[in-house]
């Protein structure tokens, strides 16, 4: 049964992103080490054109995350390229052949053509809401997953709105003191436990939004 | 070799105390759905003077998290009675015979005299600082532990002085939306996971401080 699901890397202080954020530094002072857990895996730098990395529990987790997702949602300020109407010449941050495979539909106030991209990804610009956004990636996924990308807003709304089933939080030992939070303006959901690994670097914990 | 040590629950978004915390609801609203892991657990009924209750692995946390503990520390908040001078009728929330059953040094700016409880448990007041304080329970501890019983204000200090060897957090499931935070004001500690237990409950997460 396909599912919504959202993965994502919070410091232990609660922040997905570090403060100060900008074009520039899009995840924030800080916010780089985050992620330093899925940087390390061999399947995360197999997925974005590296080699090397390790095969470890961390490894397996992102195998997980990525594996079976028919379509992604993210955040206008995921894909990037500032505010206002699209300068065209954006295309995201991830090159020619992003790491999704997927169709991407991005939330927006402003219309645009969709664009596809090598490897399978095509970003789609949805302006008519999250609802909209969610039905047109259900489609696409098909039997497979949709996975809320990012950033904090875009899963808040989401998880506010109760249409999120699966949340899987990489608790990051590390205190940014300041930034992004993720658990801000989500109501009280009522969450289960129900998987956890736990690595030398990080400890995953997937929560089930029970109804 | 005895360590420094906090075990402490908090929220998913950070919180071990709800909002409007008063002398009547000290923890703050909804701030006791942090507890009732425990409270669910047949060993903190028997610590508590209860009965029934789960022999569980969040039961064998408790019993872990209160073994080899020789002195605890705690902020005067927690000891509760209100702020300036004592108003020395006040004993405590826990009866006459507190949970402790050690040493419990705590920390105020109002001088007051020992106060021995049944059961072994002596309050000792401690106006000159969280050093001094720690000094005096590692004493009282010899070769057993210390540990810091909160709240965060606390927990805090001990942390930002890098006096703290082990957090134990019970990350619990719940989503509190304001309240009192623990990881505030802590500075940038390097922390390492050493041990999780997953319970459907609660994660329970050991985290070592790195100096």
Redesign the interface.
């Known amino acids: 049964m396909s599912s919504v699901t959202c993965q994502i890397s919070m410091s232990?202080?609660?922040f997905v992103a570090g403060p100060y954020q900008s074009l520039e530094n899009p995840i924030g002072e800080g916010g780089m080490r985050l992620h330093q857990w899925a940087f390390a895996t061999e399947i995360w730098r197999e997925q974005h054109g590296g080699r090397g990395g390790e095969r470890n529990a961390d490894a397996d987790v992102v195998d997980e995350v990525t594996r079976d997702v028919g379509a992604y949602i993210m955040g206008r300020k995921m894909f990037g390229g500032g505010d206002g109407p699209w300068d065209e010449s954006w295309r995201g941050w991830w090159g020619e052949d992003p790491p999704y495979h997927t169709p991407v539909f991005v939330l927006t106030h402003h219309p645009r053509e969709s664009l596809p991209m090598q490897g399978g990804t095509t970003f789609m610009f949805v302006t008519d809401g999250i609802e909209s956004a969610l039905e047109q990636a259900r489609a696409a996924a098909g039997d497979t997953h949709v996975s809320i990308a990012g950033g904090a807003s875009a899963v808040q709304q989401y998880f506010a709105a109760g249409l999120l089933d699966e949340l899987y939080?990489h608790?990051v030992?590390?205190?940014l003191?300041a930034g992004e939070?993720l658990?801000?303006n989500?109501?009280?959901?009522t969450?289960?436990?129900v998987n956890?690994v736990?690595?030398?670097?990080?400890?995953h914990?997937k929560?089930r939004a029970v109804r």
Not at 186 to 189: H, N
């Open positions: 232990l202080d609660g939080i608790i030992p590390v205190i003191g939070r658990l801000e989500v109501g009280d959901p969450l289960e436990p956890v736990a690595s030398p670097a990080v400890t914990v929560y």
